[in-house]
């Protein structure tokens, strides 16, 4: 569990660290070129190419997640067996409020 939280922490910092790197380098003049494109055309860059690393990122932890083993990964015995009795309780009222409606209109 703590491997998937792992990579989920460091994909969602290279989420924000990217494209705010991106922004302050074309802003800052870093990125050789960037001083001879007017200033509309710096904005319209840098946001694409923000954009687009925002997408890299997300592409890459999804890799990383499609390439996880799935035996790895077992449902809480617990967690599921409260889930099942929840979804019983859920469906005996319905069947009993069905059976009154029916009663009534007869």
């Known amino acids: 569990m703590m491997g998937v939280m792992r990579k989920f922490c460091i994909a969602s910092l290279f989420m924000w660290i990217a494209p705010v790197a991106i922004l302050y380098g074309f802003n800052h003049n870093l990125f050789p070129g960037s001083t ?4 509309s055309s710096l904005t319209l ?3 694409l190419l923000a954009v687009l690393s925002v997408n890299v ?10 390439k996880e083993p799935l035996a790895k990964h077992e449902p809480d015995s617990g967690f599921v ?10 469906a005996q009222p319905e069947n009993e409020e069905s ?6 209109q007869e």
């Not at 990122?57 to 499609?66: E, K």
């Not at 067996?81 to 859920?90: G, H, N, R, T, V």
């Open 81 to 90: 067996a409260e889930a099942k009795a929840s979804m019983k309780q859920i």
């Open 45 to 47: 860059v840098s946001g």
């Open 99 to 104: 059976h009154q409606g029916r009663d009534k």
């Open 36 to 39: 001879q494109l007017s200033s």
């Open 57 to 66: 990122v997300i592409v890459f932890y999804i890799y990383l997640a499609l």
